[in-house]
């Protein structure tokens, strides 16, 4: 089975055809961030208007880089939700409407499900059931994935998901917008045991998260090294340095509390925030100490991407699931 998958929900605009047989076809990626990097911020409104203008000839292209003919494909999968009303319409619309056109099914797809299900398009996929951690920019969570499909929410945000705020905390210390990356790359300059922040809620049962404490005291160790208004540099990479580690370690610990208490030995980290590589190396170190493996999907798979909701779509293809002709999306949507 051929699926064509498309993602709007946000500001990535995302193409791809997986292909059951052969694997992923072909895949296109288009990055708003510099439209919006004016305003700090995703305007929707630009989003859904900047997703219309792409789509279609994406769509005709990622054909033609697959080698096929416009609608040679037996599905179209596309983002239903959660996501930005606006920008989750222009794709669905489009979607159903092509599935309409050429007489196959459509499947609306969980954003967050393709992010989960993006490591199964490596070479080498992890095997069910595993531990997926799911980091990114709206959510933080755990869940327990015993099958395709079967998901069980061990743990989640009570406030700011991770990459909200490293986000956050990235425009606190002046960084242009998308920070997240960008704070990244300034914690690798800075010096470990400088600053020491909190590992919230790790004293605490559970697999739940709370990120936006830590995001304060972030903002109370800026003012207190602000010299006239700015923070030395050096002194801002051990901030960023030690506001990362903050976050891993939190991450870290929960992992290893949700591969104990599940009995899986399988790691799955997927979303914006698998791409930074010191979460990474921490998490090899653990689960190295668990007997354990961690997985991830290729970096560009990390962030949205179409191929994600191609290869998801599938999947509940197979499960015998398909949207009815009606659209409908959802701005929040439960897992
Ligand atoms: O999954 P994603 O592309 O979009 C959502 O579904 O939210 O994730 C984007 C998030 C942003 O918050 C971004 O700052 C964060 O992932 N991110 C990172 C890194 N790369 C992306 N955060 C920390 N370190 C990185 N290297
Ligand atoms: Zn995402």
Redesign the pocket.
């Known amino acids: 089975m051929r699926v064509l998958g498309i993602e709007s929900s ?1 500001d990535e605009t995302g193409v791809a055809i997986y292909d059951s047989e052969q694997g992923l076809m072909a895949h296109q990626l288009y990055s708003q961030v510099k439209m919006h990097a004016e305003f700090g911020g995703v305007v929707p409104e630009l989003a859904s208007r900047d997703h219309i203008r792409k789509l279609t000839p994406m769509i005709r292209s990622v054909f033609t880089e697959a080698g096929l003919s416009m609608g040679e494909v037996d599905a179209v999968a596309y983002t239903a939700g959660p996501g930005l009303v606006g920008a989750l319409m222009v794709g669905a619309a489009l979607g159903r409407s092509l599935a309409v056109g050429w007489n196959i099914p459509a499947i609306g797809v969980h ?1 967050m499900e393709g ?1 989960l299900l993006a490591p199964m398009l490596e070479d080498e996929p992890p095997e069910y059931p595993f531990v997926a951690l799911l980091v ?3 959510h933080t969570m755990l869940v327990d994935v015993s099958a395709p499909g079967c998901y069980q929410i061990l743990g989640e945000t009570l406030d700011d998901a991770a ?2 705020a ?2 956050k905390t990235a425009k606190m210390m002046g960084l242009p917008y ?4 960008l704070l ?1 790359q300034l914690a690798e300059q800075g010096r470990a045991g400088v600053f020491e922040f909190p590992r919230p809620m790790v004293d605490r049962p559970g697999m739940d998260f709370s990120f936006s404490g830590l995001k304060t005291a972030v903002r109370v160790e800026i003012a207190r090294q602000a010299v006239d208004e700015q923070v030395p540099e050096q002194t801002q990479a051990d901030i960023a340095h030690a506001f990362q580690q903050a976050v891993i370690d939190t991450l870290a610990i929960k992992c290893r509390r949700a591969l104990r208490e599940t009995g899986h030995k399988t790691l799955v980290v997927a ?3 698998s ?2 590589k010191s979460l990474r190396e921490q998490l090899q170190q653990m689960v190295k100490k668990e007997r354990a493996q961690v997985f991830y999907a290729r970096p560009e798979f990390c ?2 991407n179409g191929a994600m909701i191609a290869y998801a779509g599938w999947v509940r293809l197979q499960a015998g699931h398909q949207s009815p002709l009606a659209i409908n999306i959802k701005a929040r949507w439960p897992l």
Do not use: I, K, R
Not at 178 to 181: D, K, L, R, W
């Open positions: 946000c954003h992010h990114s920019g709206g990459g909200e490293f986000d998308p920070g997240g990356p990244s979303g914006g925030v791409a930074n962030t949205d």
